[in-house]
T-cell receptor, first 110, second 116 residues
């Protein structure tokens, strides 16, 4: 039973435009949601997080929005850059384990 | 120390053989985690250690799998009698005690296992 769902396996945007990656979840008893980024042949790297008591967190070009009533999370990247091309994972943490979504491949075209 | 290192990066083995992977975490990190990632999926939790104590194991960790962290530093993950379904990327991660709650882990590049 998938607790974190990323329904879009891929997304393609033009450089300079906004990228919006979406995630739905089922577990209401979480501590944090995070986004991890993964380049080919590398391990995932932490990008940004949001705690369960907030609805928005911003870090430079990256903003994460949390809608608890809809059980929906989104990551906005603006402006998008070609170096942002990677797989993005939506991740839930409760306790000591992370639960990853399936990932969305973002491609930013020059 | 620049990060989490894993060895080997790629292992090809025949079904029924045993394999062992090693992970060296960031030196000051108390917590060490093992995850498994198959094609098209996100990483799945296998187990974690705090210092040398193995505190949690996933139901994915069958009795053919054993993980150790004998001195609270490096860790090994052994798979006995490998099966083709064991083919995956095995990821190791570490975190400090302060960061584990927020989920900020540092991952290695992974060890890819191919079982023929």
């Amino acid at each position: 039973d998938q607790q974190v769902k990323q329904n879009s396996p891929s997304l393609s945007v033009q450089e300079g435009r906004i990228s919006i990656l979406n995630c739905d979840y089922t577990n209401s008893m979480f501590d944090y949601f995070l986004w991890y980024k993964k380049y080919p042949a590398e391990g995932p790297t932490f990008l940004i997080s949001i705690s369960s008591i907030k609805d928005k967190n911003e870090d430079g070009r990256f903003t994460v929005f949390l809608n608890k009533s809809a059980k929906h999370l989104s990551l906005h990247i603006v402006p998008s850059q070609p170096g942002d091309s990677a797989v993005y994972f939506c991740v839930e943490t409760s306790g000591s384990r992370l639960t990853f979504g399936e990932g969305t491949q973002l491609t930013v075209n020059p | 120390d620049t990060g989490v290192s894993q060895d080997p990066r790629h292992k090809i083995t025949k079904r029924g053989q045993n394999v062992t992977f090693r992970c060296d975490p960031i030196s000051e990190h108390n917590r060490l985690y093992w995850y498994r990632q198959t094609l098209g999926q996100g990483p799945e939790f296998l187990t974690y250690f705090q210092n040398e104590a193995q505190l949690e194991k996933s139901r994915l960790l069958s009795d053919r799998f054993s993980a150790e962290r004998p001195k609270g530093s490096f860790s090994t993950l052994e798979i006995q009698r490998t099966e083709q379904g064991d083919s995956a990327m095995y990821l190791c991660a570490s975190s400090s005690l302060a960061a584990w709650y927020t989920g900020e882990l540092f991952f290695g590049e992974g060890s890819r296992l191919t079982v023929l």
